[in-house]
């Protein structure tokens, strides 16, 4: 009886310790890369005393996995970027609403799903960019605007495959309507000066290259870019500024709906949203804190202000659909 009393002793001690480790850390499926992530997660661990566990790769691999998971995830936070992958995260029903005044206070709410099962970190624009030594700033003024025959054979774009590109013909959807929205997509690929690039950092590199003289760009592509060579003929352009506003995005996360340590995760996401937290955030990729309060990097500042949409974002979601045929049926591929 001894043997056996102490036998269960140790197997309870070994369990409460199991169970306590778990309590004691946060696990997040991040589709947003290590070097972005690592320092604001050791800033946590540091001042809150929680682990943060992590596993990064591609967003569609990453939900694929929440999904084979289901009630047996041990994952906590889902950590992706744009909207349209949150709003499908969203619709597979893999993510809690959390109720959270500090998110709201924070998080302005055409940055958030409406349902709170989401929430946008960080903003990245989505403008147009220009050869400095071909255009003038006051040949420049919209999306639209680059559909004119005027930019024949001078437009440069990267594929229409890359979820970014997806989101700017959807939140056109929503702007203009699908029927303009379709007269614009079409202009575009009229004045393509070459086949669409693999990547953002192909399409400056072509600008500046001569081989195009605008395209359009997320604003930490310009910026990891210039900084590299800052003698690069390449300057950035608000879009829309006179209309909607400049098509922006945003990194975002939410809480697994089969978390087992949902109080913590809440409590993390708000302390992601908080001061210290969003200036590490975006900094850590030139983008913009979705904290009003927080003030950009002066290297990002230097671009100057814009005013953004304010369609909430989860029309990037709903409406990739109808944006992806757009881009189909326009050849753009």
């Known amino acids: 009886m001894k043997k056996i009393s102490s036998l269960l ?10 169970a306590m480790a778990f309590d004691n850390e946060l696990v997040v499926y991040s589709a947003r890369k290590e070097h972005l992530i690592k320092e604001l997660f050791e800033k946590y661990e540091r001042e809150q005393g929680i682990k943060i566990k992590y596993t990064t790769g591609k967003a569609a691999v990453l939900l694929q996995r929440v999904l084979s998971e289901g009630a047996n995830t041990n994952g906590d936070i889902l950590l992706t970027v744009d909207a349209g992958n949150l709003w499908h995260a969203a619709q597979t029903d893999v993510l809690y609403p959390v109720n959270s005044q500090i998110l709201k206070t924070n998080i302005p709410s055409h940055y958030r799903d409406p349902d709170n099962l ?11 960019v220009y050869n400095t030594d071909k255009v003038k700033k006051t040949d420049l003024s919209s999306y639209e605007d680059l559909a004119d025959e005027r930019w024949k054979s001078r437009l440069l774009l990267r594929t229409s495959k890359k979820v ?16 303009k929205a379709k007269r614009i997509v ?9 086949p669409p690039y693999s990547s953002d950092t192909k399409v400056l590199e072509a600008i500046a290259a001569g081989q195009g003289d605008v395209g359009i760009v997320n604003t930490y592509y ?3 870019l210039l900084k590299k060579n800052p003698d690069l003929p390449l300057g950035i352009f608000w879009a829309d500024q006179g ?6 995005n945003v990194s975002g996360a939410g809480v697994l709906k089969h978390s087992k340590n949902k109080d913590k995760a809440v409590k993390f996401l708000e302390w992601l949203s908080s001061r210290d937290a969003q ?11 979705v904290n009003k309060e927080v003030e950009a990097h002066p290297y990002v500042r230097a671009w100057g202000d814009f005013k ?16 992806i045929k757009i881009m189909d049926m326009a050849g753009y591929k």
Do not use: C
């Open 308 to 323: 953004d949409s304010k369609i909430n974002l989860v029309q990037a979601g709903r409406l990739q659909t109808n944006a």
């Open 186 to 194: 079409n202009g575009w690929v009229d004045n393509f000066a070459a």
């Open 222 to 224: 310009y910026g990891r």
């Open 243 to 248: 209309d909607n506003g400049v098509h922006v």
């Open 279 to 289: 200036k590490i955030f975006a900094d850590a990729n030139m983008e913009y804190p």
């Open 118 to 128: 989401w929430f946008g970190l960080s903003i990245r624009a989505r403008t147009i």
């Open 9 to 18: 002793l140790i197997l309870i001690f070994i369990f409460t310790g199991i």
């Open 164 to 179: 970014y590109n997806q989101s700017l013909v959807a939140m056109l959807i929503a702007n203009e309507g699908e029927q």
